[in-house]
Every structure is written in C-alpha cells, then in structure tokens.
C-alpha cells in the first residue's frame, strides 16, 4: 500500500513569510497527525486529527500556526508568519483508530524540512 | 504530563554484538510502548513495540522488556549488522478509549552506529 505522502520535501523562506506543508494520509486512516521534530530530538505532536475533528491540538502555537483537514482526508498545516525558531522537520502521521485497541500503529510520511533564514 | 528520558544518546558497537537501549517513563499509566527506527533523512520507522499487559516481546533480532514497576522498558539488537545504524526512538503513551490525549511522548533517541 502506498504510505503517507508529504510535500514539499524541503523548504526554504525568510522569516515573516508564510509556508504551507501538505500531507496524503494513508487510505483509510482516520487519525492524521502533525509532528515536529528538531535536529537531535524525537518527535512532538503538534495536533492530532480523529476524521476532520481536530482532537488534541494543545502543542500548536496558534498565533501563528493553523492546520486543516476538510473532508477528513488531506491536511495542511500553515505557519504564517515562519520565524527563525521554526526551522524543523515537519513530519506527518496516520493510524487507523478503533477504540478496542489501545495499539494504533501511526506511520510517518517522509516529513518536510523548512528552514528560515 | 508523560515524560520519557532516553539513554544512551549515541551507542558505537562491533559487528555482531549486541545493543542495548533504555528508556524510562513517568506516567504509571501508560500502557503502550513502541520503538521507531529513522535513518538519516528518512522517517520514523515502527520496529516493534509492546504493550502493559506483556513483560517481553521478540521478533528475529530485536526484542523490547517492559518493567512497569520500574517505569522503564529496553530495547535490545543482537548480532548487530551495519545496516542496524540508525536513530532509535523510544516512545510511550497512555490510551483511553475515546480521549483527547492519546499521544505519543518520544525520546530524545538514540545514534546507533555500527562498526563493521
């Protein structure tokens, strides 16, 4: 099966632009999730999506970060304006929830790499 | 909230031997642990993972031990292979069906490197 799709794969800008990064879950998946990671660090949620409902959103900084997921499907997560400190990998995750399992595997699309100068 | 400390943040080892990585969590109440493998400029990778109720769980090479009463579960590659080098992620979570919180903590990972 076709695994998560991320775009772009990198990004550059200077900062007090906006960016955008698009994610293709895997089909079926229900639960899409956003990540950021910073060189040497795992993973950290940004938001998490059950369908179109955002569900945990409790890490995005929304003065500037905002996200979608119309349709439940796609989603993309905007940052407007990027500053400096937001240069990471933006990683996207899908799982297939069921609420008779607490072990939902999430697979992780190849993420994109902004960078801010 | 959770937290969950990794060690050691890089490991070197020789061809063939074993690899052992730890990682300790805060929450008692998470019931799920999975390892993610990520070589350089790819993503996270699911390798194996456990849950509460199992105190091991092995699959060829890689095996992962819990200790819930200690908080901290391993993970162990034996006969280490080149293609075994890697970032590994350690990661925990506390499932409640229907929640809002059911997210995984990582790690800070691990830099494994093997030497042939």
């Known amino acids: 099966e076709a695994g998560v799709v991320q775009s772009p794969r990198y990004k550059i800008i200077e900062k007090k632009q906006p960016v955008a990064f698009w994610c293709n879950p895997i089909s079926g998946h229900n639960t899409l999730y956003w990540y950021r990671q910073n060189l040497g660090q795992g993973p950290e949620l940004l938001i998490r999506?059950?369908?179109?409902?955002?569900?945990?959103d409790s890490q995005l900084p929304k003065d500037r970060f905002s996200a979608e997921r119309l349709k439940g499907v796609d989603s993309t997560l905007k940052i407007q304006p990027a500053e400096l400190g937001d240069s990471a990998v933006y990683l996207c995750a899908s799982s297939l929830t069921r609420t008779s399992t607490s072990t939902d595997t999430q697979y992780f699309g190849p993420g994109t790499r902004l960078t801010v100068l | 909230g959770e937290n969950v400390e990794q060690h050691p943040s890089t490991l070197s080892v020789q061809e063939g031997d074993s690899a052992v990585i730890k990682c300790t969590y805060s929450?008692?109440?998470?019931?799920?642990f999975p390892w993610y493998k990520q070589e350089l400029g790819k993503r996270p990778q699911l390798i194996i993972d456990?849950?509460?109720?199992?105190g091991e769980k092995k699959d060829q090479r890689i095996a992962v031990t819990l200790n819930k009463t200690a908080k901290h579960f391993s993970l162990h590659i034996t006969e280490t292979q080149p293609e075994d080098s890697a970032v590994y992620f350690c990661a925990a979570r506390k499932y409640i069906p229907g929640g809002a919180t059911n997210k995984l903590i990582f790690g800070t990972g691990t830099l494994l490197a093997v030497q042939p």
């Open positions: 929450d008692s109440a998470s019931n799920y």
């Open positions: 456990i849950r509460s109720n199992v």
């Open positions: 999506y059950e369908n179109e409902e955002a569900v945990d």
